[in-house]
């Protein structure tokens, strides 16, 4: 995997945790102002707007850059638009970035070992 498909990888799962506790807010913020005065609706959605939108644009880099099938894919957008999808897709990712890193190191022992040999 090259550094900017890495990076895009990166951006994606650094923003999923964070537009996931977005949107638990203003769930809550939801039903805040519908049982009490409290009403944060209006801040949260942009916030939450403001996330969803880097999501999904960082959602769109990536599959450009890794090539995911459409299942995959459609799995990430779809962890997106679910209350607690963004601590899942955050875990799917950090342990893909790693894989690929892992992956990567082997190839790169196995092409130096048949340099060497």
């Excluded at 209006?42 to 450009?64: E, I, K, S």
Aim: charged share 25%; glycine share 4%; with cysteine.
């Amino acid at each position: 995997m090259d550094t900017k498909t890495a990076s895009a990888l990166n951006r994606l799962r650094l923003v999923s945790a964070p537009e996931a506790v977005s949107f638990l807010i203003l769930l809550v913020c939801s039903v805040l102002k519908r049982t009490t005065d409290f009403d944060a609706v209006r801040v949260m959605g942009y916030v939450h707007a403001a996330f969803f939108l880097l999501y999904v644009l960082f959602w769109l880099d990536a599959w450009n850059r890794t090539k995911w099938p459409l299942g995959r894919a459609a799995l990430y957008f779809l962890l997106s638009v679910l209350p607690t999808g963004g601590f899942f897709a955050e875990r799917r990712l950090r342990r893909e970035a790693e894989d690929s890193v892992i992956a990567a190191r082997a190839r790169k022992e196995l092409k130096e070992g048949v340099v060497e040999a």
